[in-house]
């Protein structure tokens, strides 16, 4: 899983593993360690929510999305679930999940589970 943050937005992209697991179990998290602070931020199902959503708390990102959708994302075409929403300080941050699919250029990054890309076909 990897997350983006640039001003008020916010981009997780998942593998193909991540899209399933979180089809299937309702949840993924992974983390970063800094040493003494570990900065966890993960992906949750949730049948109370109509949108996408977001929270920090604790040194953690939970970026949640409606269960019926997260539920038959693997097994769709959709790529993309974005969502713009209202924080407690009147701002607006906008929301990007995505399925990750392989980079156009090279990259020593491990794509081996990342969607391929359609551009390349």
């Not at 309702?26 to 049948?47: M, P, R």
């Not at 990054?109 to 359609?118: G, M, V």
């Amino acid at each position: 899983m990897k997350i983006r943050i640039k001003g008020d937005s916010i981009r997780f992209r998942l593998t193909q593993t991540e899209v399933k697991s979180l089809s299937d179990n309702g949840q993924i998290y992974d983390s970063t360690n800094f040493g003494t602070i570990k900065f966890n931020y993960g992906v949750v199902l949730k049948s109370t929510i109509e949108q996408l959503h977001i929270g920090f708390d604790n040194n953690s990102i939970i970026l949640e999305m409606p269960e019926a959708i997260g539920k038959a994302w693997y097994s769709n075409d959709i790529i993309t679930y974005d969502h713009t929403m209202k924080t407690a300080a009147g701002n607006d941050l906008y929301l990007l999940l995505e399925k990750d699919f392989t980079c156009l250029d090279n990259t020593i990054e491990d794509q081996s589970d990342n969607y391929p890309n359609p551009k390349l076909s």
